[in-house]
């Protein structure tokens, strides 16, 4: 599941307050198919209006003026996958039973 932390703010102050935060950085995805199910729940999550954690797409701390996003929020969701930005938890994993033979 991906954290969703930084989404759900309420005023301009609280988003000014929120990216002011250190981003925690998660260990690199070593499985392409986690890659892809967490960056595309990221996607999701930025067509929905959350904040982007890239540094280059962070609201102006002064002004709180949000710079455009570009039309591929596709790219910029894997683009945060990569540098670590999103936090995610995989489900617990059942116990596997041991052949009795």
């Not at 892809?36 to 797409?57: N, T």
């Amino acid at each position: 599941m991906v954290d969703e932390k930084i989404d759900n703010v309420g005023s301009e102050e609280t988003v000014i307050e929120a990216v002011k935060e250190p981003l925690p950085r998660m260990p690199p995805i070593q499985s392409r198919f986690l890659y892809v199910g967490v960056a595309a729940l990221r996607a999701k999550q930025l067509r929905r209006g959350s904040l982007p954690r890239l540094a280059h797409l962070q609201p102006d701390p002064e002004t709180g003026v949000r710079p455009a996003l570009p039309s591929r929020l596709e790219r910029v969701a894997m683009q945060e996958v990569e540098e670590g930005r999103i936090v995610y938890e995989l489900p617990d994993q059942p116990p596997t039973e041991k052949d009795p033979t």
